[in-house]
């Protein structure tokens, strides 16, 4: 079975770092486009970046020139890199994978069509 797990969650000062990471198993790590999905209490989930399986990126308006998704395939590790981070950074991150094809703009957008979800990690910025 597929399976996501997150590290590096934690607590911040604004204007700080943090680095989250999903480490892959039990498929095809390469074959798969990934993303990186927030939801704050009592919100909707919202996306924050993703990166195809052609290894093409594309981040959210709100954390563009902030925020890098990343990966390492040796390591079928995802990195999410965080910087200047905003008190409205706050919320569960999860990543998630899907083998369906997306593109752009729409593999943040196409919520649906990511089959495997982390557990989640939380990041608290104060």
């Known amino acids: 079975h597929v399976q996501l797990v997150e590290s590096g969650g934690g607590s911040v000062q604004a204007g700080g770092s943090l680095t989250l990471s999903c480490s892959a198993s039990?498929?095809?790590?390469?074959?798969?486009?990934m993303a990186w999905f927030r939801q704050a209490p009592g919100k909707e989930r919202e996306d924050v970046a993703a990166?195809?399986?052609?290894?093409?990126?594309t981040h959210a308006d709100s954390v563009k020139g902030r925020f890098t998704i990343s990966l390492d395939t040796a390591k079928s590790t995802l990195y999410l890199q965080m910087h200047s981070l905003k008190s409205e950074d706050t919320a569960m991150y999860y990543c998630?994978?899907?083998?369906?094809?997306?593109?752009?703009?729409?593999?943040?957008?196409?919520?649906?069509?990511?089959?495997?979800w982390s557990q989640g990690t939380q990041v608290t910025v104060s």
């Open positions: 998630a994978a899907r083998r369906t094809f997306c593109n752009g703009d729409y593999c943040l957008k196409d919520v649906s069509g990511y089959e495997a």
């Open positions: 039990g498929f095809t790590f390469s074959s798969y486009s």
């Open positions: 990166i195809d399986s052609g290894g093409i990126t």
